[in-house]
């Protein structure tokens, strides 16, 4: 499961935690854009441009799962490159999507039916997919991909 760092109350992501627990990605706002922060040395690196907002890490740590807040796009981030490549279009009402660990499927929340649910689609495509939840707010993996936390508003 991914572990994130949130404020107080849960409604600010600040940033998805590697794999490997030893890096922090943070979601500064304020069109500062993404930021890599190594815990070891505490050295925080700049990543790509302001428009995106990082909500998971691929397994192997090499890409982040993010959204282009401007053109409302579901994108990867290579961390080597951070020039994101778009995977599709957001739909309506839709929030971040966080992948599984063996790397084949994303689960995420949506709105678009009105009220918040949440979503198991094959990934990269997204073609094959199925509703798992109502009321959902958050998802995340466990650490074997086999089960998934939905968190709801109770």
């Known amino acids: 499961m991914t572990r994130r760092t949130t404020s107080g109350d849960g409604s600010r992501v600040l940033g998805p935690w590697s ?19 190594t815990l070891a040395s505490g050295q925080v690196r700049p990543i790509g441009d302001a428009k995106v907002y990082a909500s998971d890490w691929s397994a192997d ?15 990867m981030i290579p961390l080597q490159d ?7 279009a957001r ?7 966080q992948l599984a ?4 499927r994303a689960a995420y929340v949506t709105s678009e039916s009105g009220t918040a649910q949440a979503w198991v689609a094959s990934y990269p495509s997204f073609a094959d997919k199925r509703q798992v939840g109502d009321g959902a707010r958050m ?4 650490g074997d991909g086999k089960e998934l936390l939905v968190v709801t508003r109770d």
């Open 19 to 37: 794999v490997d627990s030893q890096r922090l990605i943070l979601n500064r706002g304020n069109n500062k854009g993404l930021a890599e922060l």
């Open 61 to 75: 740590g090499a890409f982040l799962a993010a959204f282009d807040r401007i053109q409302n796009l579901e994108v």
């Open 82 to 88: 951070p020039r994101p490549q778009t995977l599709r």
């Open 91 to 97: 739909q309506q009402g839709q929030m971040y999507f």
């Open 101 to 104: 660990p063996d790397g084949k």
């Open 139 to 142: 998802v995340f993996w466990r």
